[in-house]
């Protein structure tokens, strides 16, 4: 199945040979960064995003990201994966300086160009724990990008920190230059979190957002309202939110008529990747092709791109 994918980021997908390869090269020691068997190693959430910062330390310069690119959509091609929206970030690139950032956006639209059989998008992405003012000059960054390849913008990083509130600057200023908007919420902050994110950034989707289950009356006015979830279930069970797929709320929340999507975050992160994604779900659910097909339609519609491409996915 041609598959959409629309919660992934690019650092996140960066295969750990690739990262150990760039690191020698670079005579940056990461050894404490894999186990025995080179996969990434990390015993929870927070150490997840400590070894993430850690593996983004030889990406230096726009070149180490045409690189990554073109690892990545090898990968993504290699899945079937022909429309893929992918979270970058001006913080890693060029620390949030904006003739910087364009030169990484260029170089990771000059390796995209060179895969043509997926289509790829940037959504820019603030990291809620650099805090607001770094997700200003993210936003600042995404405003003087905005185009056919920068469709969106996002906060991802660690949920807890902070309040939603603090990024409404951030996420008004992306939307004023025409960009559309998801935040990662309801991950491993409760429903509050993915009402915030609705009420003051004015988010069309919610990157996770899972956790609305245990609020009935938000799963409600998410399926009223058409607020779409990027799921990414292998991601919560690796990383402990859930203890198993079978336990992800993800059937109970499409019951219940929530748009749901699925996509894989981060994926070797999560020894995961979309068709791992769709056997797991088919294995917990009994869920076919009929139901994969209709998460991936729902992923098609829900694309920040023009609707050109998008009515082309659907
Ligand atoms: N950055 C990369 N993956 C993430 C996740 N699952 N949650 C928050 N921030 C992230
Ligand atoms: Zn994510």
């Not at 600057?169 to 935040?183: I, K, Q, V």
């Not at 294995?283 to 992923?299: K, P, Q, V, Y």
Request: proline residues 5%; contains cysteine.
């Amino acid at each position: 199945m041609p598959k959409v994918e629309l919660h992934h980021h690019i650092e996140g997908a960066a295969p750990p040979a690739f990262v150990r390869g760039l690191a020698q090269e670079k005579g940056l020691d990461l050894s404490n960064i894999f186990d025995a068997q080179g996969a990434y190693d990390y015993a929870d959430f927070l150490q997840f995003l400590d070894i993430y910062e850690q593996a983004v330390r030889p990406l230096t310069s726009p070149e180490d990201y045409a690189r990554l690119t073109r690892a990545v959509l090898e990968e993504a091609a290699e899945e079937n994966v022909v429309y893929l929206e992918t979270f970058v970030s001006p913080a890693f690139c060029g620390g949030g300086d904006v003739a910087a950032w364009k030169e990484y956006l260029h170089a990771i639209r000059e390796a995209a160009n060179g895969l043509p059989e997926v289509v790829l998008k940037v959504v820019v992405t603030a990291v809620r724990h650099f805090g607001p003012d770094a997700a200003k000059r993210s936003a600042v960054c995404a405003q003087e990008s905005v185009g056919d390849f920068v469709v969106g913008f996002g906060m991802g990083g660690d949920e807890n920190a902070g309040e939603v509130r603090d990024f409404t600057y951030a996420f008004d200023a992306a939307r004023e230059a025409g960009l559309h908007l998801t935040n990662h919420a309801g991950e491993w902050a409760g429903p509050l979190s993915v009402r915030d994110s609705i009420e003051h950034l004015k988010v069309e989707r919610i990157g996770h957002g899972v956790r609305a289950i245990e609020d009935p009356k938000l799963v409600e006015y998410l399926a009223a309202s058409g607020v779409v979830l990027e799921v990414c279930p292998q991601s919560n069970v690796s990383l402990g939110v859930y203890p198993s797929t079978a336990a992800h709320p993800i059937a109970k929340l499409r019951e219940a008529g929530v748009r749901v999507t699925v996509s894989t975050d981060d994926p070797p992160f999560f020894h995961t990747d979309m068709t791992h994604e769709y056997m797991e779900l088919a294995r917990a659910f009994g869920w076919g092709l009929e139901e994969a097909r209709a998460l991936n339609r729902a992923a098609a519609e829900a694309a920040f791109c023009d609707a050109g491409t998008r009515a082309d996915l659907i």
